[in-house]
């Protein structure tokens, strides 16, 4: 298994979060019924990003099994729930301050940008194949039913794959998962009294 934590994560650049985040903890007094909401928020975006790194083979080939059957972007689709249970544990004033800075940035800065460099790479990648899974599951709002491949867009992925805790490990997931669940008891250890 990989080291849960990530360098990458670890930069300078990233420090004003941690400061925000510490601080948000230290001072926010969350709701038990915002807590709640917010939990299953949290609880449904880190399974949903669960559920797509045990599926997504980087590089190798087209991931089409799993969520990515239903949606594009489940780890992005992820992260924006687990975001959004996290402001909704801060509560009142604060939770619509968050969303008013986190949806605005998210569709209009993050997630085009990140849709422009994948979709570029994967159309060199897979050509036609990926131009037609692209036109049929959408980016972050699942289809009910799972796509599957038409016969010109044969070969474009393994069908038959299934989640694989060593694809989890290799994509490098347990780390935002303990992240998320360290939040998650934080805020709860505050919600319900217990860290004053």
Request: positive net charge.
């Amino acid at each position: 298994m990989r080291n849960p934590i990530r360098l990458k994560n670890l930069r300078m650049r990233f420090a004003p979060l941690f400061v925000l985040g510490a601080l948000a903890i230290f001072f926010i007094q969350p709701s038990r019924w915002g807590f709640i909401c917010g939990l299953v928020l949290v609880a449904l975006g880190g399974a949903l990003r669960s559920w797509g790194a045990g599926h997504l083979v980087k590089n190798d080939r087209l991931t089409i099994t799993g969520p990515y059957a239903h949606l594009r972007h489940p780890l992005y689709a992820g992260t924006l729930l687990a975001a959004v249970g996290f402001c909704v544990i801060a509560g009142g004033w604060i939770t619509v301050g968050l969303l008013v800075l986190l949806v605005p940035w998210f569709f209009l800065s993050y997630f085009p940008r990140k849709e422009e460099i994948e979709s570029e790479r994967l159309i060199a990648l897979y050509g036609p194949a990926y131009a037609s899974y692209r036109g049929d599951v959408p980016a972050l709002i699942p289809r009910l039913a799972p796509w599957k491949p038409s016969p010109e867009a044969e070969g474009l992925g393994d069908p038959g794959l299934g989640w694989s805790g060593a694809r989890y490990s290799d994509n490098n997931e347990l780390g935002t998962l303990l992240a998320l669940i360290a939040g998650l008891i934080a805020f709860g250890l505050r919600t319900f009294a217990i860290l004053q």
